[in-house]
């Protein structure tokens, strides 16, 4: 009887998990706008690890061209972390055999 093991199927998932948590960990994206103006690096927990601000930017003054730009940065930053996590977690779900996936 080659049944349904719902207890093997909850293992393999708990231990795809546990690789989906250490792979969001360790992926770091990058993301920048306004030519490089303003760059961001995000994990793949959508945690901002860091900011660059091209100099010349502050220079200018123009505190809302450089907020606008920081924002279109953080969600590119964003749109590159769900691609990522979308791409790890199709072959993880794809691997437990579940039908349909």
Same mark, same amino acid.
């Given at each position: ?17 546990e690789v989906l ?10 993301? !920048? ?26 220079? !200018?003054?123009?505190?809302e061209m450089l ?19 979308? !791409?790890?977690?199709?072959?993880? /779900? ?6 349909? /996936?």
């Open positions: 009887m080659g049944g349904f093991n719902l207890q093997e199927l909850m293992s393999q998932a708990k231990r795809q998990y948590q250490k792979k969001m960990q360790e992926t770091v994206v990058e993301a !920048s706008s306004g030519g490089g103006t303003v760059t961001v690096k995000m994990d793949g927990r959508k945690q901002l690890l860091n900011i660059t601000i091209d100099p010349e930017a502050v220079k !200018s003054g123009d505190v907020q606008d730009l920081v924002t279109a940065a953080v969600n590119e930053a964003v749109r590159k972390v769900d691609n990522a996590m979308q !791409s790890t977690m199709g072959g993880m /779900l794809g691997g437990l055999g579940i039908p349909g /996936l």
